[in-house]
T-cell receptor
Framework: AQSVTQLGSHVSVSEGALVLLRCNYSSSVPPYLFWYVQYPNQGLQLLLKYTSAATLVKGINGFEAEFKKSETSFHLTKPSAHMSDAAEYFCAVSDYSGTASKLTFGTGTRLQVTL | DGGITQSPKYLFRKEGQNVTLSCEQNLNHDAMYWYRQDPGQGLRLIYYSQIVNDFQKGDIAEGYSVSREKKESFPLTVTSAQKNPTAFYLC??????????????FGDGTRLSIL
C-alpha cells in the first residue's frame, strides 16, 4: 500500500521567510503525488501535482515542489511567505484502483505566518 | 461556475438518530468520494463511487451508508451504529478517465456534532 508521511504537524515562519513543508512517500510503483491546502472550515484546494513529466512542479500562489526519487520526498516550498498562506497543507498519493483516483493523505501540516 | 455543493454546513445529531449529508456536483465527474476529517489525522476515506449505481467501501465504512442513483449526487448517511460521528465530512469528485493523476475537487464540508 502507498502512503505519505508529513514531518511536522505545525510549522511557523515569519512573513517573507522561506516556507518548507516536508512530505515523504512510500510506494512500490512510480507515485502520483499531490499537495492540497485547506483554509479554516473549508474544503481542500489543489496546489499542485506530480505526474512524472517534470521533477520540479510549479503550483498556484507561488508554491512549488520537487520530486526526489532517491530521497522518496516531495517537499513543498515557497520563497517568501505571506500572511494569507496560513492554512493547513496536505500531501497525498494516488492509489491505483480501477478508474477512481483514490487518495491517501498525510496527517497535515499547519502553517503559521507571523509578522 | 462548476463545483461541489455540500449541505448543510453544520448538522447536529441526537443519540440513536440517522442523519444524511448531501453532496451534489455539476462538474460531470464520474467518480465521487466521502472523507472524514479529524484533528491530527488527516482525511480518511469512507466510501467512493466510480459510476452510477456502484460504490465501494473505503478504509472506515463501518457505521456509514451511501447511494449513487444519479451521477451528480452522492449522499452519505451516518447511522446510529457510528459511535463517534463527530467530525468534519468532506465530499470530493474526480474524472474517471485519464488515470491516477486526476485531482479530486472538494466541497466545503459538513461539520457534524452530537447533541
Amino acid at each position: 500500500a502507498q502512503s505519505v508521511t508529513q514531518l511536522g504537524s505545525h510549522v511557523s515562519v515569519s512573513e517573507g521567510a522561506l516556507v518548507l513543508l516536508r512530505c515523504n512517500y512510500s510506494s512500490s510503483v512510480p507515485p502520483y503525488l499531490f499537495w492540497y491546502v485547506q483554509y479554516p472550515n473549508q474544503g481542500l484546494q489543489l496546489l499542485l501535482k506530480y505526474t512524472s513529466a517534470a521533477t520540479l512542479v510549479k503550483g498556484i500562489n507561488g508554491f512549488e515542489a520537487e520530486f526526489k526519487k532517491s530521497e522518496t520526498s516531495f517537499h513543498l516550498t515557497k520563497p517568501s511567505a505571506h500572511m494569507s498562506d496560513a492554512a493547513e497543507y496536505f500531501c497525498a498519493v494516488s492509489d491505483y484502483s480501477g478508474t477512481a483516483s483514490k487518495l491517501t493523505f498525510g496527517t497535515g501540516t499547519r502553517l503559521q505566518v507571523t509578522l | 461556475d462548476g463545483g461541489i455543493t455540500q449541505s448543510p454546513k453544520y448538522l447536529f445529531r441526537k443519540e440513536g438518530q440517522n442523519v444524511t449529508l448531501s453532496c451534489e456536483q455539476n462538474l460531470n465527474h464520474d467518480a465521487m468520494y466521502w472523507y472524514r476529517q479529524d484533528p491530527g489525522q488527516g482525511l480518511r476515506l469512507i466510501y467512493y463511487s466510480q459510476i452510477v449505481n456502484d460504490f465501494q467501501k473505503g478504509d472506515i465504512a463501518e457505521g456509514y451508508s451511501v447511494s449513487r442513483e444519479k451521477k451528480e449526487s452522492f449522499p452519505l448517511t451516518v447511522t446510529s451504529a457510528q459511535k463517534n460521528p463527530t467530525a468534519f465530512y468532506l465530499c470530493a469528485s474526480s474524472r474517471s478517465t485519464g488515470g491516477p493523476n486526476q485531482p479530486q475537487h472538494f466541497g466545503d464540508g459538513t461539520r457534524l456534532s452530537i447533541l
